[in-house]
C-alpha cells in the first residue's frame, strides 16, 4: 500500500472560522510533511515531522498549527486564515528525512 | 534557498520521444527525483536518482544525471496522451534538511 489519504478533498471556510486537514498513512513511514501549492508553482514545504515530532518549521504563520497524534496520522489546524491562504495542501509522507516522499491527492482550500 | 530550474514547457507528437531537462545549484545534493502531477491532483513520485549514479532506466523512464554541469534530464519513451502532466524534479540536500523542488515543466503531448 503507497497510499497517502487527505481529508477533506474541498474545504471552503470564511476567515474566523477554525477547520483541521487530516493526512494518513499505513506504510509505516516515519517522517510525514505538510506543503502549499499555489496554482501554476512548485510545492512549498511547510512542516516536517520526524518520529511525531516537528523537525521543520519553515517559518510558517502560527494560524497554520500541525499535530502529529501518532505515527500514521498527521493535521493541520487553521484559524483565522487570510484569502492569500487559499491553495492546494498537500500532505506526503517518507521512510526517512526527505527522501522518496508519497504525496496524497491534496485538499483545495479557499478562505472567502 | 537553492535554484533548481527548469523550462515552462514541452510540447511533442504522440509516439515520439520526450525530454525533460532540469538544472540545479546544490553541489551537496544526495538523491534527485523526477515527480509527475496531473490537473487537481497530487505528486507522484516517477523515479529517483542517487548522485553517485549517472544514469537509471526504468520501463519507459531514462533518468540522466551529469554531476559535473549539474543537470538532470528525464526522457520517455514513446510518449503517450496519458502522460500530458506538470513534471517536477527534485532534490534532497546532503544533511536531508532542506528539500527543493523545481519550477515544473508542462508537457503536452499531441495525439
Known amino acids: 500500500d503507497t497510499e497517502v489519504t487527505q481529508t477533506p478533498k474541498h474545504l471552503v471556510m470564511g476567515m474566523t472560522n477554525k477547520k483541521s486537514l487530516k493526512c494518513e498513512q499505513h506504510?509505516?513511514?516515519?517522517?510525514m510533511y505538510w506543503y502549499k501549492q499555489k496554482a501554476k508553482k512548485p510545492p512549498e514545504l511547510m512542516f516536517v515531522y520526524s518520529y511525531e515530532k516537528l523537525s521543520i518549521n519553515e517559518s510558517v504563520p502560527s494560524r497554520f498549527s500541525p499535530e502529529c497524534p501518532n505515527s500514521s496520522l498527521l493535521n493541520l489546524h487553521l484559524h483565522a486564515l487570510q484569502p492569500e491562504d487559499s491553495a492546494l495542501y498537500l500532505c506526503?509522507?517518507?521512510?526517512?528525512?526527505?527522501?522518496?516522499?508519497?504525496f496524497g491527492p491534496g485538499t483545495r482550500l479557499t478562505v472567502t | 534557498g537553492e535554484d533548481v530550474e527548469q523550462s515552462l514547457f514541452l510540447s511533442v507528437r504522440e509516439g515520439d520521444s520526450s525530454v525533460i531537462n532540469c538544472t540545479y545549484t546544490d553541489s551537496s545534493s544526495t538523491y534527485l527525483y523526477w515527480y509527475k502531477q496531473e490537473p487537481g491532483a497530487g505528486l507522484q513520485l516517477l523515479t529517483y536518482i542517487f548522485s553517485n549514479m549517472d544514469m537509471k532506466q526504468d520501463q519507459r523512464l531514462t533518468v540522466l544525471l551529469n554531476k559535473k554541469d549539474k543537470h538532470l534530464s528525464l526522457r520517455i519513451a514513446d510518449t503517450q496522451t496519458g502522460d500530458s502532466a506538470i513534471y517536477f524534479c527534485?532534490?534532497?540536500?546532503?544533511?536531508?534538511?532542506?528539500?527543493?523542488f523545481g519550477s515544473g515543466t508542462k508537457l503536452n503531448v499531441k495525439p
Open positions: 506526503a509522507s517518507s521512510q526517512g528525512n526527505l527522501v522518496e516522499q508519497y
Open positions: 506504510m509505516g513511514h516515519r517522517a
Open positions: 527534485a532534490e534532497t540536500s546532503d544533511n536531508f534538511n532542506k528539500f527543493y
